[in-house]
């Protein structure tokens, strides 16, 4: 106000005579050229083109435009004429120079400790209004609470203004939730998809075997390499060593009959197919164990949702697809040990060995399919994963571990952000995402959203993977409830021998001895989180509230599924 005060009494000096509206654009360029055309008295505001017919003149802040008339009446005299070579006198010339530096500097001094506050008058594109008291947050937390948990800097005091309108955002996506009931492709919709897949795994199995196994002629001879064309063994030097052993022993385990030879295929008898980020490996650590139990080569395989279509990773384009026969021989180690048993002298004996496959992407990624399948059914996938496993394997076990969506975000982060990490980061990313799930959401149902590979890979933290209601629904349209074993991780965590005891009967798996129990029960935790990211703390108790009003919704539909109020997540 004071610079303005000095340009009125600049502008109402008697002695001057220039063109007002050339001083006012010196604003936004101090070597403004068109002053030039002011001189002399031929001037003429109707003619000059920056005065032409502007009596109200505009002055720009920060690309907001504003009426200099609001703070003071100028008018622009059209008789008198210009007297001199000079437009004002030196005198007043420097005056209105020295009013224009101080105005440039108040601006820039605004302009840089705005961007740093967020107080600029046009703000960033993921930042939204100011922040209001809220009864729910942090699960009915006060502030003060909020403070004993994490002590925010100046700079976190701009992220708790976003609240109030980023709900706003959440409250569009709440009233857009709708779980519909898919319908479920048939068989013969299946098969015309995968005709490969179908040929080689056939519909019945061996009898005595807990694990879908079958016999399948090997017509190569004892020079011929098994696994030359294995997509797995090409492009993964980890897993060459694996595949150099299984060659060695491969001939040994074949099953000769009538001159011909066989080779014993076997498929998982249970899946750990998610969530990533909630405990999964740890629980592959402790199952693995166990002297009845028996795993893929490599822990996630990732197969049936990636692999089968030539993704390795979705963003580098497709590869070459991998065959059924590729995943397979994933799971030859296993054939081996369960062969010897069928062909022991006890061959009539239930064999007890169960393979397991644990691909943390199982149960939620999908995003293959608008690549390979028709997209007819209003962005909604027509087939899913599960729509194959259990074509094959109708008695399938599945095993699901959860946690809470918010802290399985947060985690997910900092596991996969790779430069730049830090929590104010973080609550820039899930404001954006919301946006983005929000403009989904205007124009598409639940089920499209969340199985959208455009959004999903837009999307900078991975929102949709915590929609665990949305997956576990659509699992249920194909597989019954007692197939599925749900745990959570912060159960797993406080006492893992009780939930190790839950997988255990939910296998059939037979009685440890207590030194095997303890082997298993004791063993330190696998995959915890790394100490850089430990020393970053927790996320902003403002990002924290907003994530749960966006994760409140399914998570009650959840509890009402599994008839667990656990699973609303209210104290973690």
């Known amino acids: 106000m004071a610079v303005l005060g000095s340009l009125i009494q600049v502008f109402n000096s008697s002695n001057m005579r220039y063109c007002i509206n050339c001083c006012i654009h010196l604003l936004s360029n101090d070597l403004h050229r068109q002053c030039f055309r002011c001189r002399g008295p031929n001037h003429n505001n109707q003619k000059c083109p920056v005065c032409k017919g502007e009596n109200k003149i505009p002055l720009y802040t920060d690309s907001k435009q504003m009426k200099l008339l609001a703070v003071l009446e100028v008018r622009t005299d059209h008789s008198e004429s210009w007297n001199g070579f000079f437009c004002l006198r030196k005198g007043k010339l420097c005056s209105l120079i020295f009013g224009l530096i101080i105005m440039t500097l108040v601006m820039a001094s605004y302009i840089l400790t705005g961007a740093k506050h967020g107080l600029l008058l046009i703000p960033s594109p993921f930042h939204y209004g100011a922040f209001t008291s809220n009864p729910s947050l942090m699960d009915n937390e006060s502030l003060s609470d909020m403070k004993d948990h994490y002590q925010p800097s100046k700079m976190n005091i701009s992220y708790v203004k976003d609240y109030p309108s980023i709900k706003l955002i959440i409250d569009t996506i709440t009233s857009k939730i709708a779980f519909i009931t898919r319908q479920r492709p048939d068989l013969e919709e299946l098969k015309k998809e995968e005709p490969h897949m179908f040929s080689v795994i056939p519909n019945k199995f061996l009898p005595n075997s807990k694990n879908p196994c079958w016999y399948e002629e090997y017509r190569g001879n004892t020079t011929t390499d098994p696994y030359a064309t ?9 897993f060459r060593t694996i595949f150099d052993y299984l060659r060695k022993v491969f001939w040994n385990h074949l099953y000769h009959y009538k001159d011909k030879h066989y080779r ?12 990533p980020k909630c405990g999964t490996t740890d629980l592959y650590d402790r199952l693995r164990l166990h002297p009845d139990v028996r795993f893929s080569a490599i822990k996630e395989p990732h197969w049936w949702t ?6 390795i990773r979705l963003r580098d384009g497709f590869h070459d697809r991998y065959p059924v026969e590729d995943y397979l021989d994933l799971f030859d180690l296993a054939a081996h040990q369960i062969q010897g048993v069928l062909q022991s002298e006890e061959r009539g004996k239930m064999n007890d060995i169960i393979i397991g496959e644990a691909s943390a992407s199982t149960m939620w990624d999908n995003n293959a399919w608008i690549f390979f399948y028709d997209n007819s059914t209003e962005g909604e996938p027509p087939f899913l994963i599960q729509d194959f496993i259990h074509a094959f394997q109708p008695n399938a076990k599945l095993i699901i571990m959860l946690r809470d969506p ?20 973080f609550h820039e990313k899930v404001a954006e995402s919301l946006q983005l799930f929000e403009n989904c959401m205007l124009d598409y149902s639940l089920r499209a959203c969340v199985y959208n590979n455009t959004l999903n890979n837009a999307m900078p933290v991975r929102l949709q993977v915590g929609l665990y209601v949305v997956y576990l629904l659509d699992w249920l349209t194909v597989f019954d409830k007692d197939q599925i074993l749900v745990l959570r991780l912060e159960d797993h965590a406080s006492n893992v021998k009780y939930t190790m005891h839950m997988v255990f009967q939910f296998l059939d798996l037979g009685p440890l001895s207590e030194k095997e129990e303890a082997l298993i029960t004791k063993s330190p935790a696998s995959n915890t989180r790394r100490p850089e990211d430990r020393s970053l703390g927790p996320m902003l108790p403002t990002t924290k509230a907003i994530l749960r009003d966006f994760y409140r919704p399914f998570n009650t539909k959840l509890a009402q599924v599994l008839f667990d109020d656990a699973f609303l997540w209210k104290r973690t």
Do not use: T
């Open 306 to 311: 990636r692999k089968r279509f030539g993704i």
């Open 264 to 275: 014993l295929r076997c498929l998982p008898h249970f899946y750990i197919i998610g969530q």
């Open 230 to 238: 294995n997509s797995y063994a090409l492009y993964s030097k980890r």
């Open 406 to 425: 918010v802290e399985r975000l947060y985690s997910d982060y900092l596991y996969f952000a790779s430069a730049n990490k830090s929590v104010e980061d």
